[in-house]
């Protein structure tokens, strides 16, 4: 079991604060299933260059794979980052580095605000003219903001993959959404969004024990199956 979105690695943003915290969410997450953690921390264009993001990310992988006890449950930990969307951003030189390990999936992170034609065309030309693939990250969150839903419409027909939050098939508001969205037949991969051990836990189980219920074993086959699909690819 894949988790596609993790705060995890420590020190580098406003998810795990330290190595111990990292710990206790490894430990969460080999309790869930977990088997492959991508690692995506937060990457603000406005806020850090992105030569000192990924010299902070390479040091804090290097803490998590000094981890021996703790992660040797562990099949992989890839990098990739949480790039918060900016205008432009499909022109930016460094996404290939902000993409999965060895791979061109991009995990990126829309605003929580109407959304424009201009970010239509963004998202367009980082899948035509970048060549990347998009996951677009917990993708519930975003609904309640498009008051005019073309572009949101005329974004989910691109060939893009969307990652919902397991933590929002437990929630009231989002889980009914989070199901119709699946059943629609949108590219789904599920994440954790874990940030601490005790807040926002590692927490995939709960939220695929829902799909499994209300959909069927075989939806959640697919979704695991288009994860090792991706993920494989990458290797
Ligand atoms: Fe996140």
């Not at 080999?30 to 937060?42: D, E, F, M, W």
């Not at 460094?94 to 034609?117: A, D, H, R, Y």
């Amino acid at each position: 079991m894949i988790d596609f979105h993790t705060h995890i690695l420590p020190g580098i943003d406003d998810g795990s604060r330290d190595i111990d915290q990292t710990k206790e969410l490894l430990r969460q997450a080999h309790a869930q299933g977990v088997t492959r953690i991508l690692a995506t921390p937060h990457f603000y264009a406005d806020r850090v260059s992105a030569g000192h993001f990924l010299e902070k990310r390479k040091e804090s992988l290097l803490k998590v794979c000094g981890l021996s006890e703790e992660t040797e449950w562990l099949q992989e930990i890839r990098t990739a980052a949480e790039v918060y969307y900016f205008p432009n951003v499909g022109k930016a030189d460094v996404l290939p580095e902000l993409c999965m390990e060895g791979s061109n999936l991009l995990l990126l992170e829309m605003p929580f605000v109407q959304w424009t034609k201009g970010m239509y065309r963004d998202i367009e030309y980082i899948l035509e003219r970048r060549k990347l693939k998009v996951m677009l990250a917990h993708v519930e969150r975003y609904y309640e903001f498009q008051k005019d839903k073309s572009i949101w419409n005329a974004v989910f027909e691109l060939p893009l993959y969307a990652q919902i939050n397991a933590g929002s098939f437990q929630r009231r508001g989002k889980r009914s959404f989070a199901l119709k969205f699946i059943k629609a037949g949108h590219q789904v991969l599920l994440g954790s969004d874990c940030h601490n051990p005790e807040i926002r836990p590692s927490n995939l189980q709960a939220g695929r024990e829902v799909i499994g219920k209300k959909l069927g074993e075989a939806v959640l086959e697919e979704i695991d199956a288009r994860g090792r699909l991706l993920w494989e690819d990458a290797e």
